[in-house]
């Protein structure tokens, strides 16, 4: 937002509404107490959504409440959580409020949640309501008075700030408008910026004078008249929604057919934020090639009322107006004012329909617009307009096709033609840019059909005789889906009712930051203050994939203004590289790049702008090389590997080869996923002026990693070295390698200048460098009952499986939630599936028989006790009602043709360990003040998980002393050395056993004391401890779980314990579209004995809902050059509130006392992930339907992510038999898949 637009605005921030200091407000309490925080970066935004709907709405619904959410992203908590918090503030709490067929949410048969046993043993409360502040909305801000004086004083004039480059004009009034565009007609002319601010951010656009009307009434209309409805053209999104919901309330169904398709496309058009931003002018005048009013507003024959100081006129949105032909557009000194939409008529019909990658908050992949107009009661068409978004260069409209089929029935001939018709007029390249091209064509269609579809269900609800009924099945066509939040529940273990009341492990204890998180008052690297004389640092990166680096000219860099230096490879002479992992890597590149995206200089600046701004002004020149690897196939094909081959071997393949009937081949492509952290990488260096010492404030899981290889970089011991990690914005695997060479860049600029260096990536500059999770190609080959890579949580009597990790000139990929588990688990599954197909059984049933028995032995020889594995299931199975919801799903299935469900089970056996004793050693500091008041620190990061309250938790029962009285500051090289990266589920586990360490050896040594005086206070204590000369401070330690493996012999015990769960999921797909909506999911955890079930709980929807978009929706593009597409939210999409499962179910099992870890607990950071899985199989079980109703036999290969291409394009139907195809190799793609 520019901060000119805010002028005579009260802008409210988070701070503003309530903090610690004075009174919190009760949304960010509730947030916070209902667990609705983890990492905390994206909190601040879900309170202001919040707040923002309840000034407005104080007595909201739960779906306003989620829809205002439906723009704002969460990486780990899966939002479940935060539905508990808005539910809250709704009056009827527990029911969704939008009760399907006249049945309320909460008791919808089957589909309900099985009474939770409360009993003695189990909970299902994470939070008490009763305790909560009140909403009292007499206690909010109000508009400050000065600024209401301000504004009555001011004569309205147009306001203009001047700045350097720029200039802003802001008209008060329509003459001062016009005025100003006449002046200057080639400026923009601003009202939410949503369109005109990414291209200037993003795409380099400078404007010189920027108009932004300010409140003009004229620009504001809603008037309705005989010819329809006129909407000024500064109404917001969210107003024109709105207007249109209240009119379609008012007018007949016949006169308001193109307000109600406008009405669907606006509840998903971005989220809320954008809609409350956004501007109806902007949105037609920016003609985006995806806008879904657009498309809407040409078959509808609105028209645009103009003005200009030469007067008025009215232009049509017509095809030349959408492709900008300057015959049919605005003319550069004219305005927008207002648009008028039409009433339909008799026998007039209007649809909208859209396909996006995800359901809301994402731009169309395809989109629509229909209109028929008949003649009365003849059923002839009359008049036709389709219009389409997101197949061409700009909105597209079929007009020859429409002017063909006037004149001819409703009817499948007609239909069939135009299908035909259309397919040849709105014709796709194969090259064309999104990619995606089969699916697009297909769409196409399918939009025509559904339109068919509903106009012929209209027509037959006016005249009943002349038109027939829909089939039965073909209905279900027809309805779209809606994100819901139903009911979701918890069950989990209750404390035993023996341990003291003071003692809080097992207690669902709100994160420790949680307040802070949510009053904004957690302190993130980039909130650190400035210091004096700071320097930004920005990256110069290879625009290549494979290419020597001919030369690099830095002077016009340098010659900006605020440049301080660009730092080079010559600069880092003899300290250019650090051996990670084992391999030398090069800090910065100045001869040859392997991928684009790899660090080749680092601009210093005075400011951000200064930095970025000159760091586009490097100039690099490449000479390509050959080859380019950027596929696995490619990889192969050029035998381009890392290491070795691993190869594990269990019983004897060959000869079950030769004895058995059946083997099923198969293989199975897993894409890649990006961590999408809210805090992108960053970091501040701090020279401390003395002794060449350097403090590094970061982002990251491995401090250590950041000391070793500053110290490296500045060639100084480590003890000169400091990194400081207050807490981390996300990270999820992705702050551990290449946060330690960027902080080692930004070390090395601010020593070499004396002054503090920052570096912030900007979400797109840290997707393209840093990548994220391995793509995975499985093959397989089985005998019926199965050989795979991992054995997940099955037994193979024989089995062989090989490894090879491909170097590619793609970035290096680095560890991601479950690293490796969830490609080698759904290779396994896949491989399952396959199996169950050939032999006519459920895959649910294969996995049962191939599970593993009570006491087992793994393929590489560990011994294990699979009994709760064994457990997680059956109660899986009876808690979700698998056998009843089953035959409910056959039936759905047998009675809907274009729409199918699908219903998946599928178990987990999360191994726990880190390959070393050495890698899991952990080291803590506890100190003991003389007011009793203990300082805990030890070397695990907190980045969301809770491992700080937990370690709270830890010494609170230890020292037999109240929460409160024990205090955490963050995480240090200065105090614990040589800590571990913070990752692999063990963060808690091993840490909580070192915190424990260090306080059992203090109370050790204060039990004479407090046996003196067993009724004294800490206090008390901690003052006789210091009068009798007894150290108050400990460190404690533990050294790690054993863990060994022999690759040779492929035999050891690699991991200490193994966490059992299973997840049933159902989902429902639109077989014309691929949409998929997530109906339910069961989880059934093992969770050992949980330190803080709240947490734990946490742990597992977040990563289950990270899983799922693993599995389902992330999905990173490639050009055939190598360079990432996916950059960003607007491309990359993650699960957002509307995706998660309209019931959502978790359960722990009872406490068992297996392990012998930290209180019995089970580290439960990375399992769900791969839970996740059972909405891809479930869609897989939905497909299927689908193509066997069609006739389709045969093995399904369906790879990951299932997307709704995918989705679509597995459904064959006629639709997808009719669009042309192009040969391989006849085109080159937009993208390939990686
Ligand atoms: C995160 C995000 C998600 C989005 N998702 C969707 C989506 O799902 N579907 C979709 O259809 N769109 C989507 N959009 C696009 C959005 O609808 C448009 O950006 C928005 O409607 C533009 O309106 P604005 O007021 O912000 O335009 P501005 O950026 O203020 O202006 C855009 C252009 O319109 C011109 N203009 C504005 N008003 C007038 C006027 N009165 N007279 C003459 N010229 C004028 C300006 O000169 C400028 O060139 C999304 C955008 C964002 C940022
Ligand atoms: S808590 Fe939402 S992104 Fe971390």
């Not at 009555?152 to 004039?157: A, D, G, I, L, N």
């Not at 049919?328 to 008529?345: C, G, T």
């Not at 970089?713 to 996300?730: E, S, T, Y």
């Not at 978009?1109 to 939210?1129: A, C, D, F, H, K």
Request: charged letters at 20%.
């Amino acid at each position: 937002m520019p901060i000119c637009s805010v002028y005579g605005a009260a802008v409210t921030t988070v701070e503003g509404i309530g903090s610690t200091r004075t009174r919190i407000h009760p949304v960010q309490e509730r947030i916070a107490r209902c667990h609705g925080t983890q990492c905390g970066f994206c909190t601040p935004g879900m309170v202001m959504s919040i707040y923002t709907l309840l000034r407005n709405h104080p007595d909201p619904t739960l779906d306003q409440l989620t829809d205002a959410l439906g723009g704002n992203l969460c990486r780990c908590t899966g939002y479940r959580p935060i539905v508990d918090a808005c539910k809250t503030f709704c009056n009827t709490s527990g029911c969704c409020q939008s009760k399907e067929n006249g049945v309320c949410c909460l008791n919808q048969g089957i589909n309900g949640f099985p009474e939770l046993e409360e009993g003695n043993k189990t909970s299902s409360k994470l939070f008490s309501e009763e305790e909560f502040l009140p909403l009292d909305p007499t206690q909010e801000l109000i508009f400050p008075p000065e600024l209401m004086i301000m504004a009555e004083k001011q004569p309205p004039r147009t306001r203009v700030f001047a700045g350097e480059r720029m200039m802003w004009i802001s008209p008060v009034t329509l003459k001062e408008l016009l005025e100003a565009k006449a002046k200057y007609p080639q400026a923009p002319v601003i009202m939410g910026n949503t369109s005109t601010g990414p291209e200037v951010k993003f795409k380099g656009v400078f404007h010189p004078v920027i108009i932004s009307p300010d409140r003009i009434e004229e620009l504001n209309v809603v008037n309705s008249a005989n010819n329809g409805l006129t909407l000024g053209a500064g109404l917001s999104l969210a107003q024109v929604k709105d207007t249109l919901a209240a009119v379609v309330l008012k007018l007949p169904e016949e006169r308001t057919q193109t307000y109600r398709a406008l009405l669907k496309q606006l509840g998903t058009l971005a989220g809320a934020q954008i809609r409350n931003m956004a501007s109806l002018g902007g949105h037609i005048v920016s003609r985006h090639v995806d806008s879904d009013l657009n498309p809407l507003l040409a078959v509808g024959g609105c028209t645009l009322n103009l003005l200009s100081k030469e007067g008025a006129r009215q232009i049509p949105v017509n095809e030349q107006f959408l492709r900008k032909c300057p015959s049919a557009d605005l003319k550069p000194e004219e305005i927008l004012i207002s648009v008028n939409i039409p009433y339909s008529r008799k026998w007039e019909f209007v649809s909208a329909f859209r396909q996006a990658q995800r359901q809301q908050n994402a731009l169309a992949i395809v989109n629509s617009g229909m209109r028929v107009f008949f003649g009365e009661g003849d059923g002839i068409i009359r008049e036709l307009s389709i219009s389409y978004g997101g197949v061409g260069p700009t909105t597209i409209c079929a007009q020859n096709s429409c002017q063909k089929l006037i004149g001819r029935p409703w009817n499948e001939e007609m239909l069939d033609a135009a299908c035909r018709l259309v397919l040849d007029e709105v014709s796709l390249p194969g090259s064309a840019p999104g990619g995606k091209v089969e699916f697009k064509r297909t769409l196409i269609i399918s939009f025509l059909f559904k339109f068919y579809l509903e106009v012929l269900r209209l027509l037959r609800r006016m005249d009943p005789v002349h038109y027939p009924s829909l089939a039965d099945k073909h209905e279900s066509a027809l309805e779209d889906f809606h994100p819901r939040h139903r009911q979701s529940a918890r069950k989990y273990q209750k404390v035993d009712p023996k341990q003291p009341p003071q003692d809080p492990v097992g207690h669902p204890i709100m994160h420790l930051s949680g307040i802070k998180h949510a009053t904004g008052e957690a302190i993130y690297c980039d909130d650190m203050p400035a210091m004096d004389g700071e320097l930004f640092l920005a990256f110069v990166t290879s625009s290549r994939a494979h290419a020597k680096i001919v030369s690099i000219d830095v002077s016009e860099a340098l010659s900006l203004p605020g440049v301080v230096d660009v730092l080079a490879e010559e600069h880092l002479q003899g300290v250019n590289s650090f051996c990670l992992l084992g391999q030398p890597e090069k800090l910065l590149e100045s001869e040859m790049v392997f991928c684009v995206g790899q660090l080749v200089c680092a601009v210093i600046a005075n400011s951000e702008i200064q930095a970025r701004r000159a760091a586009k002004q490097v100039k690099i020149v490449y000479q390509d090389l050959e080859p380019v690897i950027l596929t696995i196939e490619e990889a192969i094909q050029h035998k381009s590997f890392f290491e070795p081959e691993r190869k594990l071997e269990y019983g004897n393949v060959d000869e079950a080869f030769k004895v058995v009937d059946h083997i099923v081949e198969g293989e199975i492509h897993l894409g890649g996923q990006e961590h999408f952290y809210m805090e992108t990488q960053s970091m501040l260096a701090v020279p401390k002026g003395e002794d060449q010492e350097m403090d590094v404030y970061v982002s990251t899981q491995h401090p250590k990693g950041i000391q070793d290889i500053v110290a490296s970089v500045l060639k100084l011991p480590a003890n000169k070295v400091m990194c400081h990690v207050k807490r981390v914005g996300g990270a999820f695997g992705g702050k551990a390698f290449k946060t330690g060479v960027m902080a080692a860049i930004t070390a090395f600029a601010a020593n070499k200048h004396g002054r503090a260096v920052r570096c912030i990536l900007e979400r797109g500059e840290d997707m393209l460098i840093t990548a994220g999770r391995h793509p995975y190609l499985g093959k397989y080959k089985v005998l019926e009952m199965g050989i795979l890579k991992l054995d997940n949580a099955y037994k193979f009597p024989n089995l062989r499986c090989r490894g090879w990790a491909c170097r590619t000139n793609l970035p290096s990929n680095t560890a991601l939630r479950g690293f490796g588990f969830p490609q080698a688990g759904l290779i396994t599954e896949a491989c399952i599936t396959d199996v169950a197909a050939k032999c006519g059984l459920s895959p649910e049933k294969v996995r049962m028989i191939n599970m593993y028995k009570e006491i087992d032995q793994t393929h590489y020889k560990q011994e294990i006790n699979a009994k709760n594995l064994i457990q997680c299931w059956r109660e899986c199975m009876a808690m979700s009602s698998y056998s009843l919801r089953k035959a409910a799903v056959e039936k759905f299935n047998s009675e809907n043709f274009w729409k199918k469900k699908g219903l998946a089970m599928v178990p987990v056996k999360f191994p726990i360990g880190l390959g070393s004793r050495a890698a899991g050693q952990a080291a803590a500091l506890v100190h003991i003040y003389l007011d009793g008041s203990v300082l805990v620190t030890h070397g695990g990061i907190e980045m969301g998980q809770g491992v700080h309250t937990k370690m709270i938790q830890v010494a609170s029962r230890e020292l037999r002393m109240p929460l409160s009285n024990v205090h955490l500051r963050g995480t240090s090289t200065e105090t614990v050395p040589n800590a571990n990266a913070s990752g692999g589920s063990v963060v808690a586990d091993l840490n909580g056993l070192a915190v424990k360490d260090a306080c059992q050896t203090l109370l050790k040594r204060l039990e004479p004391i407090i046996s003196k005086n067993p009724r004294g206070t800490w206090k008390d204590w901690a003052q006789a401890a210091f009068d009798e000369s007894i150290s108050l401070s400990a460190t404690g330690y533990f050294r790690g779980y054993e863990s060994n493996m022999n690759w040779e012999t492929g035999e050891g015990h690699p991991f200490e314990y193994f966490v059992y769960g299973a997840a049933c999921s159902e989902v429902e797909i639109d077989c014309l579209t691929g949409a998929h909506k997530n109906i339910r999911t069961d989880i059934v955890m093992d969770v050992g004995c949980s330190i803080n079930p709240a947490l734990d709980i946490g742990q597992i929807e977040g990563a289950f809902i990270q899983g799922m978009g693993l599995y389902t929706i992330e999905e990173l593009n490639y050009s055939p050059q190598g360079v990432l597409y996916t950059r960003g939210p607007d491309q990359y999409k993650i699960p957002t509130i509307c995706d998660i499962p309209t019931e959502f179910h978790v359960s722990f099992l009872p406490p068992s006392q297996d392990s012998n870890t930290l209180y019995s607990s089970k580290g439960l950071g990375e399992s769900g992930i791969f839970l996740g899985c059972s909405v891809f199989f479930a869609i897989h079980d939905a497909v299927s339907a689908a193509r066997q109703e069609r006739g389709l036999r045969g093995p399904l290969k369906l790879n990951s992510p299932l997307t709704p291409e995918k989705i679509r394009m597995a459904c064959e139907d006629k639709f997808t038999k009719m669009i042309p195809r192009d040969k391989p190799g006849s085109c080159v793609p937009w993208n390939i898949p990686i």
